[in-house]
């Protein structure tokens, strides 16, 4: 049986492949672009705007692993609905739905939201992955080069701002656990625990870097003006806008008695472990 990847080319899909391969089991990696060339796995060609072609990629797999790509909410919700309608067709025996992030509370909505509820409804087997924020975020030449010249990790959030960070490392050791593990379905909230502050980042930044480096709270207009060239004006400008929702907020920590620590036994790295496995 085949265990269906998107963003299989991406920051969030290449990890799972790579450790579904590992694992000997085989992988369809989903992507527009037939000729790509993925290891570990076979390319499936499908995009997230023909529900069509989605369900033919779903159609007897033993496992589906979604995730919305960043883009207009108004694309995302067009997709939720397209990967909706493939998996009540296709009927894949499990699906992980990573939210990357994004809310799920029905009250706020979005696409999100909207894909969690829908697989609840399903009568599919699925559990929902739901991070809060990435360490790979502290990768962009704007933070991780301020620390490497300046001794300085700036950041969008308060330095008394807790977060439960986690690595996409940590989400694929997730992914392949539910998988195995189809008893464990709802939400299982991926990331460190108790959450880390700012400061905390930068010590263990400075320790893997052999040098003295503080945090620095930024506003979200700088973060975004320094998103932009990588990710685009729409999807930057959305991103800052999420931070700035996370000013009013008093941190983002997993809730303990949803984590995969308690449900899965799987224990996200610690930021010197993710620095010193992505070799920085």
């Known amino acids: ?100 992030g994004f809310p799920i509370d029905p009250a706020i909505g979005g696409a999100a939201a909207s894909l969690a509820a829908g697989l609840a409804d399903s009568g599919v087997s699925h559990a929902v992955i739901a991070p809060e924020l990435y360490l790979e975020n502290l990768l962009m030449p704007y933070v991780v080069d301020s620390v490497r010249e300046r001794g300085v990790l700036p950041y969008p959030i308060r330095a008394d701002f807790p977060v439960s960070w986690v690595s996409h490392l940590d989400i694929a050791d997730v992914v392949v ?3 195995e593990r189809p008893d464990v379905t709802g939400v299982v909230s991926v990331g460190q625990y108790p959450a880390i502050t700012g400061p905390d980042l930068a010590e263990a930044f400075g320790a893997r870097l052999g040098r003295d480096a503080v945090f620095e709270p930024i506003t979200p207009e700088q973060f975004r ?23 009013a907020m008093p941190g983002r920590s997993i809730a303990p008695e949803t984590s995969a620590q308690r449900l899965l036994g799987v224990t996200p790295r ?8 992505m070799g920085l």
């Open 177 to 179: 656990a539910l998988f």
């Open 1 to 100: 049986m085949t265990y269906v990847i998107h963003g299989a080319t991406g920051a969030q899909g290449s990890p799972v492949v790579s450790a579904l391969a590992a694992a000997g089991k085989s992988v369809a990696a989903v992507t527009r672009n037939e000729h790509a060339v993925v290891d570990g796995a076979h390319v499936v060609a499908a995009a997230y705007s023909s529900a069509a072609d989605l369900t033919g990629a779903y159609r007897d797999a033993e496992g589906v692993f979604v995730h919305l790509p960043l883009t207009s909410e108004e694309n995302r919700q067009i997709f939720a609905d397209n990967i909706l309608t493939a998996v009540r067709a296709a009927r894949p025996a499990r699906v992980v739905f990573s939210t990357s």
């Open 270 to 277: 610690t930021t010197s472990q993710w620095l010193a496995d």
């Open 225 to 247: 003006t320094s998103v932009a060239p990588l990710i685009g004006e729409g999807a930057a400008a959305d991103v800052a806008g999420a931070y700035e929702a996370m000013s």
